[in-house]
């Protein structure tokens, strides 16, 4: 092997360098076939003679397997630029989805932005991930970051920019959490079958134009909130009873006018939820009350078939999700209810009352359009076991009273 090692910048002309300058090398690797010179690869920043000299033989053995691959000079922030684009195209990605990447390849700048993709080490990856615990992010933020840091390094490696994914190995850190933590995480607040029949209660008699409407088919059917402002008409079917979730309301800065329909969180998130006679019977009675609205109103209502349209003010949008989230706040302290609820809370409450009627939980999660969700899980579970007790309970009970 034809080499040249040297320490780049080295001005000390001792045998023993003491000025800390790094070793490099130069190798030829034969002759360009057009030009007819030669060819030269340089490579440096080694701290001993002897890694420079394991680093030109790897090298040339690679050449002469011709395995041999040239790493990018992207740096990260220039690559990540590049991989949004192909990211949201490849999977059909929805605008909040993308934002939140965005908001994920922010938080890996700060350690990453300038530094070219190959000199990213595992090591460098793996003390950004910890120093973003140490700064106090959640267990949660952090996963999603590590996770879309390791989708710009799978592309870059796919694409043959790298030889090496530094998060191959990679690990979140999680925070040790108290039982009561544990605990309050795990299951998430919900409404008991009295409360709600007392919020629903509050919402019929206390509620403004839309309020009774609106909880009660979140509460019935257990959809999210997204997918209830989404709701049109032609998403009901009177005769067979059946409500349709065909798509969802993306509006992150709350602009009645500025809002995009987007098809569901998953493919299992489209779905026909089969209704009691008491939402068809109520939804019936909104929509005539909507047809003679519409028909006074004539051309100032901007009819687009929301069955949860404003009728103040960019009349026949739907509402936002915020204005549902300020109804919901204001019938629960009417009601003193747990303020801390949200119209989320609503599909928990479904869940548990489902739970409790004795539905399975696979009916229970097709009914909700999920294909695995962990929380759903723990509050049937959480549900169940205290009906467990209670049976227990009472065949303790039966078997004292025959003493």
């Not at 710009?152 to 694409?159: H, S, Y």
């Amino acid at each position: 092997m034809k080499g040249h090692f040297y320490k780049r910048g080295c001005k000390c002309k001792k045998k023993q360098c003491t000025c800390g300058s790094k070793w490099a090398f130069t190798i030829d690797i034969g002759t360009d076939p057009l030009t007819g010179k030669r060819k030269q690869k340089v490579r440096s920043g080694f701290k001993t003679k002897g890694e420079a000299e394991a680093a030109a033989i790897m090298l040339m053995y690679e050449l002469n397997q011709e395995i041999y691959m040239e790493e990018t000079d992207l740096t990260f922030c220039e690559f990540a630029n590049q991989w949004l684009p192909i990211y949201s195209e490849a999977k059909d990605v929805k605008p909040g989805t993308i934002r939140v990447r965005i908001h994920e390849i922010n938080k890996l700048l700060p350690y990453f932005s300038r530094l070219k993709l190959k000199d990213i080490s595992r090591i460098r990856y793996q003390d950004a991930l910890n120093d973003l615990k140490d700064r106090g992010y959640s267990d949660s933020t952090r996963e999603g970051i590590n996770r879309t840091g390791r989708m710009i390094f799978r592309k870059a490696l796919e694409l043959e920019l790298i030889k090496k994914d530094p998060t191959e190995f990679a690990y979140v850190k999680k925070n040790k959490k108290t039982i009561e933590q544990l605990e309050e995480e795990e299951i998430p607040k919900y409404l008991e079958k009295e409360e709600l029949a007392l919020f629903l209660s509050t919402a019929k008699n206390q509620g403004l134009e839309l309020d009774y409407l609106m909880f009660l088919v979140l509460s019935y059917t257990g959809i999210r909130v997204g997918e209830l402002v989404a709701l049109k008409w032609k998403d009901i079917d009177f005769v067979n009873q059946t409500i349709s979730i065909t798509k969802t309301y993306y509006n992150p800065n709350n602009n009645s006018v500025q809002f995009q329909l987007v098809t569901p969180k998953t493919k299992k998130s489209r779905r026909k939820i089969v209704v009691d006679e008491d939402v068809i019977k109520a939804l019936s009675l909104h929509k005539e009350i909507q047809t003679k609205i519409i028909h006074q109103l004539g051309d100032a209502y901007d009819n687009q078939d929301f069955i949860f349209a404003k009728t103040e003010r960019h009349l026949g949008y739907p509402l936002v999700i915020k204005m549902v989230q300020i109804r919901m706040a204001r019938l629960l302290a009417f009601a003193k209810l747990n303020p801390v609820l949200t119209p989320h809370s609503l599909r928990h409450t479904h869940t548990s009352l489902l739970a409790e009627a004795g539905v399975a939980l696979e009916q229970i999660m097709d009914r909700l359009g999920h294909s695995n969700d962990q929380i759903t899980k723990n509050v049937y579970l959480h549900v169940t076991q205290e009906m467990k007790k209670e049976a227990s309970q009472k065949f303790g009970e039966l078997m004292r009273s025959l003493r």
